[in-house]
């Protein structure tokens, strides 16, 4: 059995879902990547590939290498030709501290990958609230939050108190001792006091911002047909 | 100090977040609730109970036992006049089992509490695949699924591999053994090979409403002006 | 060996350590309380009890149910004459949520009975963030805090952030599904961006007003001799 | 006390228990296996050696490593002469993602080694049912599969309500989060909503050929036997 | 929405995977289940009750009460006639202790709602090793094995080492400290050091059997065909 | 977006909670440190940095490294000028055994680097006794108290029971099999019967030092007026 | 079946181990333990029941109970005639606090029920270090040990570090929060500072009371035979 | 503070407890063993590391290093002249697996070290248990035993209903999946139905040896006097 028979690509899917498939290549050999990219290559399919460790992205074919946009930051690369960013950001992004960082980028470049613009706020952690108060406005401006947090995981629960937007949160291993891994920042979530907040699995930045595209797909479903006026979303 | 210091009601809440307080009884006395319901009747405020137990309920005082609607398997009651129920549903209850009930009554009553029609989906879970697949294209229409499911909660991961709307999904604490309590039900829906779900804490009816309610308000936002034609959300 | 046996009262505690001994009372029986409350009658000894049930209350000898100042709330109880409770409050107690408040009065309780008087301010969790702020000058003029909060317990890092005081946080075991015993509670608040936070057991209010204590005893300790002017703590 | 003391070869295993006995590789020195061959030499006994880490492998003598069929994705190695592999596959050895590979293939080489041929089926989860559902008629014609899965397992819930084959699950390690470790996929395909699924430990692929293995014998001595017409199993 | 609209039963199971649908009563309320009664009456269908509490067995409608054949042991009821249970038992159901029993006797009458005869080895625990060996030759004669035990769960291990048969192994909520809720027990014989154990959720006889009737089935799937002599299962 | 933009310094953090900021350097690359380092210069600010590992101070900018007092042990770095530490020692550090050194030594220079002295007291450990003993009298003698303890974490439950100093106690990793990470330190403090300690997060000597200086905080406005004759602390 | 076929006594464990069997009464039925009783009276054989509920103990048949001491603080019964307890107690019981009696009255009546005499120590836990002093060449003076603590069991690290006895460690499941269920009183002992420590599981008075008695089993066989001078154990 | 100040070694140990100090070097850096071997060598005494890496090793004074006999399976080191080892065996040590040699190794060098002498019994683990049996009488003539088992652990539990001797078992880290780490081979030991079985932590084969040392010391006070005949241990 060769390596192109260990996979199947999941070609069909945007149609199905609206998402398009990602590489997900943590789990998988060098050879096994090359042979996805062999295979996208042949339909000019566009490709995302999320925790591509630096390592791996070395050892991948000189041929791939050359067409990847590899940002290390996030460990993600795409391949091929990513769609054209469009329109006014809708999609606000908010890393509580800057080692929140690496799982922001990882939604932002997932959701630029399909032709969304995003904004971002870094380091607007609940330590200092004034961080997070001083662009409330500009945040509470966004439809759509993704708001990534480690350690104590206060600063979605903050946000959810304070606007009306719809809310993914998503959980960082950052931190250390009871911190560690980020279960505490996953449960914290979880159990917010504040209603209405989201979750995905723990440093899942592209998780988060397929959640996102989810959101804008219902959006449009929901949206006034105006040539039925008085109907509301 | 009196009962009446011991909570502090937040009426400005739905200006804030587009969500109305709710009163989650599990932790209160009776005579803590009634004291929050002689407020509310004060200002003519509807308001969401939640985990209100049968004998918890028995035990409020009559004046306020009259106003309400109470319902036993979700252990909800409605105080008050609440909203009418306008136009079509737009929001998918999906429950695996029959056991998952309790939970996605929460999440209905919760809704039709703020105006928004639900269409229930009861016993489809993936143990017999084509209880699923033989209502899928009415699972679809809706833009926005609740998908409540214990035990191994296989039907978050199928049915996001076959829609493309938003989904919020509630892991119930339905099951024994490993399973009791919810957490592998959690916990599998965090991990799900199918991209874009969320998720909100076990047997969080509740919360996964106020988590479409946010959604609808974001769409609202997201949707294109009329008046400035070629935009799309 | 008689009941008399089974335990060894430490009448030299307060001579020792500052705080007087307590009766944890969950884990004795009604004939070994009877027997300890015996043996402080004779000493002519205020003893606080914490953890006593309505049950077991109910079941202690009539002659020292006469004599107990007992609180169900809270689930103490004093036995015989406490501490005149002098002098403006220093200690501040912050309870998140309303069902926080058994745990705020076992700390209340238990700082009232050596004498220490304080302020309660109730149900100002993250939810609706103006409840603290309009709250915040009050809690910041008490240079001791404690803090009770469950679920997410955010709220000692949102006032950690914003005050200067000592804090010692109390997490509770409110809430249901991850937040269901305040191990979640209790893991955010040691992991908190805020710095500085301390922590006791989930639901201590005992241990917190003890922690209290023993800060009072350093402040005395640390207090600058008037005798030596120019000198600071 | 010398090495070869420190191990115990159980060549009567086949006869008591119909499996061989294999070198569970991991916690052993390179000369604690150089011995374990030798005296495997001596017996002119095959046999397989599981989680024998590429590093292990070089540092084993050159006279046994000469001899090793040594397989890197799935850490085995196969000493001395292995049987032939005979007849048409029963056992059909299913895996959820590309990333179970290395654990399919672990089963599908221990089978080997043993005589027993099996058709793999890889990349056929859930995300995407249609990769499962054509492939549906070749599983079900196996009447024993392995299903190897990670992440939420959702697969041989799946399967298992689809199929009646015997199934033995193996969760795997992949996926990162929550489903870091395989106690996700384990414990969801514990609380399976699907009847009749059996488990062996995270990652154990070796285990699962073995419980296939047990199952052979056990239909063989289930088999009716021709002179006794009528009979059935 | 009526109690009716509920529940969805799988009356096709029995084609599809070989085994009948059950109920599992532990989260339906007693009309839930009169409902699901009714609708198998309609269809003159035999069904099998697991987890029903005898409170709750007691509440349900005097009609389906009277054809219930109720075991408080294993909280079990099979409702209409089942099948007639023939041949010579080929399943042997090993309980470690006698506390095993009620997990036991799931197992047992699932296997007979089904039709297959079993035989009941009772308290042959590891403690008193006599007490397995002196009945091992009859155990040994039972191709496929049920083998319930909690605490250290030590059984299967031993078993599993000195028989070729199938062994499925349950583990029970026997216990207390460590051991209690079975996870001790589960993890135990999942790290068995015997090869080939296979394994369901904790305290799951029914999911024991099920997996055995799976066996069985694989079984007359491997069965030689007498038309073509000399091949081999 | 530029590195100078993923984090907002917290200048304003003295004024507001009497701390100063520090930056955690675990979770932030060379390139963000130095950033923050740069806009320290400009400010002139001191500034302690934690969880500096060796190789990352390594990559550190030259202009920075040279101005970096760093200890390898603690991880800890101090860049530019501290504070002069003034006065006699009034926190004193009581470290359980050598390998809880590096925990104690970040609370230490925690402390040098806003001027406060400490005593350190190394190896007490309660496995003999008599090394606490003999400096009972000096602990004793410090209003403030950090006790750094792994493994079994008994020390704090001890010196509890003997001093009635506040005690911030910090469990540490220190150990293997079930105290490897430190929970079991964590936990056998929380549930010390020596009342009033009180716990920060595993390893986090650095929350020590900042809970030892809000307590310090405290004192000051505890300390009695003297032109208000009578009142006390 | 018959009830009696569902034990098999075994009257032949003190000839092969040295230890009377007992019966675990949690998880059996008053019918089993009834016929269990009936079995032990046919032999005239003594026995000791654990885990005896009182509810469980009033539904035994009146011709057992007459014959059955119970305690209902410890749960154990005490079945027909039970050895002479002989000697001086060279076997010491410390019990840390007054909630730690039912253990350690387990551990007394399993050793007098083999005609072992103990003394117990209750209520000398670490919060008030006096308490053990004052009697710790007592303690001193017997061989062996069992220490039964909860919370964070401090107690048998210090009496490891002060007396050479041998230990037998009970955690039990006194507390509450991070205690619950006695968890962390295990680990802590488990991870002691003080060497050789040995532990059972949780609240299990019963198996240290064996374990005590397998080391005096142990004594007998290590004396020195006086017949052959000069040897030492 | 020189490195000299951070450890106080317990000479006195031996006359209070009856065990020497040994190092545990997994948390301390070479200068700190290289001080405290200082310390040893000035008063001539003995003296065991523990968990001391081979790169530690290496990195220690060359002074020390001729002095140590190291032993890179054990990971332990003997500093000094050991003690002659004495007498016949009365301690065996019982390894399940080859891979549980390195616990095995270290109980046998701490207990080598002050002079006593073992009997190592290699692969004797129930999956084969004929290689346990064969060798039973052997070691059933040790009056104690050392039992390091990983995985399952199920022989603490068979040697311990064979055997009347003192049994200390060692859970060890060996096994992968739900046996990483050795939790479950701890649990499993712990919840044993094999009456008397105690545990020390997970690979603590140093902690084994020292409490088999512990029950020696007991057997010599608990030996009977020949002066007084007729009295029994």
């Known amino acids: ?35 996805i990219l062999d295979a996208a290559a042949v339909r000019e399919a566009a490709m995302l590939l999320t925790r591509l460790e630096p390592g791996k992205h070395a050892a991948l074919a000189d041929r791939h290498r050359a067409r990847l946009d590899y940002c290390a930051v996030s460990r993600t690369a795409i391949f091929g030709r990513p769609r054209p960013v469009r329109g006014p950001a809708r999609i606000g992004i908010v890393a509580a501290g800057t080692s929140d960082i690496a799982v922001a980028r990882e939604a932002e470049r997932t959701l630029a990958h399909q032709g969304h613009a995003t904004t971002l706020f870094a380091d607007v952690g609940v330590a200092g609230l004034w961080r997070l108060t001083r662009r409330l406005a500009e945040i509470r401006a966004h439809p759509v939050l993704i708001v990534a947090a480690g350690m104590d995981a206060a600063l979605p629960s903050v946000v959810g108190g304070l606007v009306a937007s719809a809310i993914i949160a998503v959980p960082t291993s950052v931190g250390y001792g009871v911190a560690e891994g ?9 159990a917010s006091c504040a209603p209405g907040l989201t979750v995905v699995n723990i440093d899942n930045g592209y998780g988060a911002a ?12 929901l949206a006034p047909d105006p040539a039925r006026p008085g109907e509301t979303a």
Do not use: N, W
């Open 1 to 35: 059995m060769s390596v192109a028979d260990e996979f199947v690509l999941d070609f069909a899917r945007p149609e199905r879902i609206g998402l398009e498939e990602a590489v997900y290549a943590a789990g998988k050999s060098p050879a096994q990547i090359d042979a």
């Open 210 to 221: 397929c959640a996102a595209m989810r959101l804008l797909h219902a959006a449009r479903a």
């Open 182 to 190: 980020g279960r505490t920042a996953l449960d914290a979530i979880l």
